[in-house]
């Protein structure tokens, strides 16, 4: 279906990219296509206006009158059910995409870490004390762990 089918009473889908939620709202009413100037094109296309429901607050909003979907801030605004399949397969695809960089991105810190200290002295010696220290934090962690169980071995055999 296209938004020039919708009529009042049609369901549309609102697709939030960002936050990857689906909602649904009413069309509350439909303008016949016309001409709007402020819609670039050569020749111009006719869109309609659509005024939707949501949860009692009705906006309106101008869609191209042969177009699937619409967005407006950051929302697709679709009456098919299959257009919002797609763009979470689309969100879905482009995420495990990005997963699958997470290695390569960490391998690229440490790289570049490592370049760094050898091209600054000073980082060098930072990242050095900063080896030093976290290696003291861990052995210190370890010594409290041990007292810890000391004090509760000989609290047991106190008892």
């Known amino acids: 279906m296209i938004f020039r089918e919708v009529t009042q009473g049609t369901q549309l889908y609102l697709l939030d ?3 990857v939620t689906v909602g649904q709202c009413t069309v509350a009413g439909v303008s016949k296509p016309h001409f709007d100037p402020k819609m670039l094109g050569n020749p111009p296309s006719m869109v ?3 005024t939707i429901d949501v949860n009692g607050v009705k906006k309106s909003y101008v869609f191209n ?3 699937e979907f619409g967005t407006v801030e950051g929302i697709l605004l679709t009456p098919n059910r299959e ?3 797609r763009e979470l397969q689309s ?4 995420a495990e995409a990005d997963l699958k960089m997470v290695d390569r991105k960490k391998e690229t810190i ?3 870490k490592s370049i760094i200290g050898e091209l600054d002295p ?3 010696e930072r990242q050095a004390m900063e080896t030093r220290i976290t290696s ?10 041990k007292m810890s169980e000391l004090l509760k071995a000989v609290k047991t055999n106190k008892a």
């Open 65 to 67: 009158e042969g177009a």
């Open 122 to 124: 000073s980082v060098k």
């Open 83 to 85: 257009v919002v399949i």
């Open 48 to 50: 309609v206006d659509v």
């Open 136 to 145: 003291l934090e861990k052995t210190n962690k370890e010594l409290l762990d």
């Open 91 to 94: 969100i879905q695809g482009q």
């Open 17 to 19: 990219r960002l936050n």
């Open 110 to 112: 440490t790289k570049c």
